[in-house]
């Protein structure tokens, strides 16, 4: 199914909290009564989760986080038997983007173009860009393990995401 293993893909950002931008406001003196001073801008926003299983009590691991775009020029059936003819990950691999640019960029860092845009694809087929891909060192729950954590991201242009997230091994970078 389209989306990977939840069917699904983010069709448009929706308006996510800026708190970062509220307490600059209110540094400056500049923010409104206490009643609107939420600030908003376009973005995803996610829930992520991880079992007492992939992450005991008190481990230390890595989150890594992706969150790609993509827009496709052709039927999505046709852009799917596109990418399968040419090798790339299916749809339902869970780290189907990253797996398509850590390919594309040789397992090092993905680098933005002269643009600021890191896109891969085909002209008049489909243009992939990682929008976010970051990680963070994270901790099992002392009492039972796993966790759970809220994540916003600013988004800006496309129309369609895509949320890849994983553990693995702690690096100094995260």
Same mark, same amino acid.
């Given at each position: 199914?389209?989306?990977?293993?939840?069917?699904?893909?983010?069709?448009?950002?929706?308006?996510?909290?800026?708190?970062?931008?509220?307490?600059?406001?209110?540094?400056? /003196?500049?923010?409104?009564?206490?009643?609107?001073?939420?600030?908003?801008?376009?973005?995803?926003?996610?829930?992520?989760?991880?079992?007492?299983? =992939?992450?005991?009590?008190?481990?230390?691991?890595?989150?890594?986080?992706?969150?790609?775009?993509?827009?496709?020029?052709?039927?999505?059936?046709?852009?799917?038997?596109?990418?399968?003819?040419? /090798?790339? @990950?299916?749809?339902?691999?869970?780290?189907?983007?990253?797996?398509?640019? =850590?390919?594309?960029?040789? /397992?090092? @860092?993905?680098? @933005?173009?002269?643009?600021?845009?890191?896109?891969?694809?085909?002209?008049?087929?489909?243009?992939?860009?990682?929008?976010?891909?970051?990680?963070?060192?994270?901790? /099992?729950?002392?009492?039972?393990?796993?966790?759970?954590?809220?994540? =916003?991201? @600013?988004?800006?242009?496309?129309?369609?995401?895509?949320?890849?997230?994983?553990?693995?091994?702690?690096?100094?970078?995260?």
């Amino acid at each position: 199914a389209p989306g990977g293993a939840g069917g699904e893909f983010v069709r448009h950002p929706w308006a996510i909290r800026d708190r970062a931008a509220e307490v600059e406001l209110e540094r400056r /003196g500049e923010a409104p009564e206490a009643a609107r001073n939420v600030v908003t801008r376009d973005g995803v926003e996610a829930v992520v989760s991880a079992s007492a299983a =992939a992450l005991p009590p008190g481990a230390v691991a890595a989150l890594y986080v992706g969150l790609f775009s993509f827009s496709l020029t052709g039927p999505e059936v046709a852009v799917e038997r596109w990418m399968v003819d040419g /090798g790339l @990950p299916p749809a339902h691999n869970a780290l189907r983007q990253w797996t398509m640019f =850590a390919h594309q960029f040789g /397992g090092g @860092p993905v680098l @933005p173009d002269e643009l600021g845009d890191a896109c891969i694809g085909e002209a008049f087929r489909a243009e992939f860009c990682a929008r976010v891909a970051s990680c963070l060192l994270v901790a /099992g729950a002392p009492d039972r393990g796993g966790g759970e954590w809220r994540m =916003a991201v @600013p988004t800006q242009h496309a129309t369609n995401y895509r949320l890849e997230v994983y553990l693995g091994e702690p690096v100094p970078e995260c």
